[in-house]
């Protein structure tokens, strides 16, 4: 039989610092995994280039680990000037620590973020196959709308927050010391 990996819940946010141990996790993402994140197939270079530019895109990201590894990544990015109260997220788990719950408590952790910065709704696209995804979202009381092959999951942070996002707070991460630390900023505005 084999045997699951077992993480402990440790969820971080990330610094600017840490944003080599993200590159790592996204080089080591199977071409599905890519495929289902970004829409399209990608290539190491696109990867490396897409981390460098995390701080510029004013991105939040929190990395579940084991071990020391980061497994699974969760982003959260406002949409901009117009659209101040919505983000997107997007979120990837490597494939052998799938179904263990690491998506589920980084949306915890986003949906969280999300409140805490006035954001009042969120939108990920994700393919219409893509079970994990709908499943995740609709834990948080998110909507699918389709469009195509693609779903677009909206979560509202009220909806999510009234449905016990606060219990998956309590639960995932507050008992094993999540510690506030500063939101990614672009490096020439620190
Ligand atoms: C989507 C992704 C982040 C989910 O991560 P994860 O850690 O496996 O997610 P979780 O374990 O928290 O939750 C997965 C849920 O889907 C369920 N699930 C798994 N396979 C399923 C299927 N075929 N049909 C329905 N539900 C399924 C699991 O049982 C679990 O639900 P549960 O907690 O109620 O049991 C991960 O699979 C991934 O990185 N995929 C590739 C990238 C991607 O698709 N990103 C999304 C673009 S925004």
Redesign the pocket.
């Known amino acids: 039989m084999t045997m699951k990996p077992t993480w402990d819940s440790k969820i971080r946010k990330l610094l600017n610092d840490d944003l080599t141990s993200v590159r790592e996790h996204l080089l080591r993402l199977d071409q599905e ?1 890519l495929y ?2 970004f829409g399209n197939t990608v290539t190491d270079a696109f990867l490396i280039q897409y981390v460098e530019r995390m701080p510029d895109l004013d991105t939040v990201v929190f990395a579940c680990c084991v071990d020391g590894a980061v497994r ?1 990544v969760g982003e959260l990015r406002r949409l901009g000037v117009g659209r101040d109260h919505e983000a997107e ?5 490597e494939r052998s ?9 980084l949306m915890a952790a986003v949906i969280n973020e999300a409140r805490d910065i006035g954001v009042q709704d969120i939108f ?3 393919e219409l196959f ?4 709908r ?2 979202t609709e ?1 948080f009381q998110g909507l699918v709308s389709y469009d195509g092959r693609d779903c677009i999951g909206r979560v509202s942070i009220e909806a999510a927050s009234r449905s016990g996002v606060r219990g998956l707070k309590a639960a995932l991460m507050l008992p094993i010391g999540m510690t506030a630390i500063p939101a990614l900023r672009p490096a020439q505005s620190e």
């Open positions: 995994s289902l994140r699974g997220a997007a979120f990837t788990v620590f799938a179904d263990l719950g690491m998506g589920t408590a990920m696209c994700f893509n079970r994990r995804m499943r995740i834990k």
